[in-house]
């Protein structure tokens, strides 16, 4: 069974800088996906950035980027420029390649707050 | 216009009744899932249906007993409520395909008393 750790239960960062939740995941597919979902406040869960195993180029999406290692098995997510508006809670979640079913696993979440 | 909706947003309720929380989606989606996230922000799936079959069923009760009339609802029935199903429930969708993202709804807040 697949797992996803996320280490970090709580981290916070200023306003305007450089923050990275990590996450790493257990598995011994070769082939997977990588999600990162943000759930502010208000509960509802948006998806933040894709990453396919198969390629080697980091996703980015804006002011989100991930560093995807795949030897190492981790999957960090960095957020530059950070704004109030990213106060969330940041899932990592793992997905084996399975048609049809989309099963996800995901990890405990890290609880950022942005700082004015 | 919301994408995936589930009603009600909160349902308070107490031990031993019978409850349901619809779900219903249009984004043209053919997977529905059912997520129970707990007081610890844990988020664990429950089910999934593809085109109103089930694909995933979770280490769940039997109490709960998920229903898909067609590709855009899917409800959650539960029967005899207990404490430890106090949690917030998210229904989620997204195209069949191999890798897709979920889109999710706003949750629906179950509580009993």
């Known amino acids: 069974a697949q797992t996803v750790t996320q280490s970090q239960p709580e981290m916070s960062v200023q306003e305007a800088e450089t923050v990275t939740l990590s996450c790493t995941y257990d598995?011994?597919?070769?082939?997977?996906?990588l999600f990162w979902y943000k759930q502010p406040p208000s509960r509802q869960m948006i998806l933040v950035i894709r990453?396919?195993?198969?390629?080697?180029q980091n996703a980015t999406e804006n002011r989100f980027s991930v560093n995807f290692q795949k030897a190492a098995k981790s999957f960090s997510l960095k957020i530059s420029d950070s704004q109030l508006g990213d106060t969330a809670m940041y899932f990592c979640?793992?997905?084996?390649?399975?048609?049809?079913?989309?099963?996800?696993?995901f990890g405990d979440g890290t609880t950022l707050t942005v700082k004015p | 216009d919301t994408a995936v909706s589930q009603t009600p947003k909160y349902l308070v309720t107490q031990m031993g009744n019978d409850k349901s929380i619809k779900c219903e989606q249009n984004?043209?989606?053919?997977?529905m899932y059912w997520y129970k996230q707990d007081s610890k922000k844990f988020l664990k799936i429950m089910f999934s249906?593809?085109?109103?079959?089930?694909?995933i069923n979770e280490t769940v009760p039997n109490r709960f007993s998920p229903k898909s009339p067609d590709k855009a609802h899917l409800n959650l029935h539960i029967n005899s409520l207990e404490l430890g199903d106090s949690a917030v429930y998210f229904c989620a969708s997204s195209h069949g395909g191999i890798g897709q993202p979920q889109h999710f709804g706003d949750g629906t807040r179950l509580s009993i008393l």
């Open positions: 598995t011994s597919e070769s082939n997977y996906y």
């Open positions: 249906y593809n085109n109103k079959e089930l694909i």
């Open positions: 984004l043209g989606h053919d997977t």
């Open positions: 979640a793992f997905m084996k390649p399975i048609t049809n079913a989309g099963k996800s696993t």
């Open positions: 990453q396919e195993a198969y390629k080697q």
